[in-house]
């Protein structure tokens, strides 16, 4: 009989997983690879690429590290955790809210009714 390693495992070691995958998509999103190519790369499917970053849990360990390498090379497991790559740090810069400039005379003259 098939095990459902989702149903197997503990809600803490499935969100463990989860996270694991978010770091996987933020690094090859902020990397700029697409899905597919990072797949390819890693000798993956790409459906295997998709539960790979949304935390399957059954997974083999080595997927996920080819999938690391294929998206970062050289890039450790640690160093994902850590989150120390220079492009996730450009992410997230991205990310961060912008200041917002105040309107102009004729800007806020548009607005009122």
Known sequence: MKVSQ???LPSHLANE????GQLLAR???ARGIK????????GLSRNTAYRLEHGDPGLAFGQVLRY???IAPGCTL?????ET???LAALKQREQAR???????????????
């Open 6 to 8: 989702s149903a197997a």
């Open 17 to 20: 997983c989860q996270h694991l």
């Open 27 to 29: 690094l090859r999103l």
């Open 35 to 42: 899905q597919a190519d990072a797949a390819l790369r890693a």
């Open 68 to 70: 690391l390498d294929a």
């Open 78 to 82: 640690a160093d994902l955790l850590a």
């Open 85 to 87: 790559d220079p492009a």
């Open 99 to 113: 200041r917002v400039r105040d309107m102009t005379t004729a800007e806020l003259a548009e607005l009122n009714f």
